[in-house]
């Protein structure tokens, strides 16, 4: 097997935007930063800690994705998704990456909105938060 070869069905799009998570949406919500989403799952990065997700562990994330009009502009549109984790990284001692899959897909594939991550990051740039 070759190095560097893409295996995931569908390009992601890669943002920062606050993504707020719990495995119980009526107890405390956490905050992370969104990493990047496709219509199947999402990675974002969290506080190391305590509650910090663990691999198997079923979570709700709420979380909003831009999407584009065809002038360049774009609204937030927000999700809520139950998904299960199926990886974390160690970013370094403060932070982890949780990777979850989403139990339902959304209704659209977040990544290719544009022709090319190129034309969408100059927009994307402007929302970070």
């Known amino acids: ?3 560097g070869i893409e295996r995931r069905r569908e390009q992601r799009l890669r943002y920062h935007w606050p993504v707020w998570f719990a495995e119980d949406f009526n107890e405390t919500l956490l ?11 999402a990675a ?10 663990y691999p198997g ?5 709420r979380f909003s994705v831009p999407c584009f009009g065809p002038d360049d502009s774009f609204d937030m549109t927000s999700f809520t998704r ?3 984790v199926c ?6 001692d403060f932070l982890r990456r949780i990777a979850i899959q989403f139990a339902e897909p959304l209704p659209f594939k977040p990544g290719e909105q544009k022709e090319t991550e190129a034309e969408a990051k100059p927009i994307l740039d402007t929302t970070i938060i």
Not at 44 to 53: D, L, R, V
Not at 57 to 61: F, H, K, N, S
Not at 87 to 92: A, D, K, L, P, Y
């Open 44 to 53: 974002f990065t969290c506080h190391a800690n305590e509650n910090c997700p």
């Open 31 to 41: 905050q992370g930063q969104m990493v990047d989403v496709s219509s199947g799952g």
């Open 1 to 3: 097997m070759e190095d």
């Open 57 to 61: 562990q079923q979570i709700t994330a």
């Open 82 to 84: 139950t998904g299960n």
């Open 87 to 92: 990886r974390i990284n160690h970013v370094n």
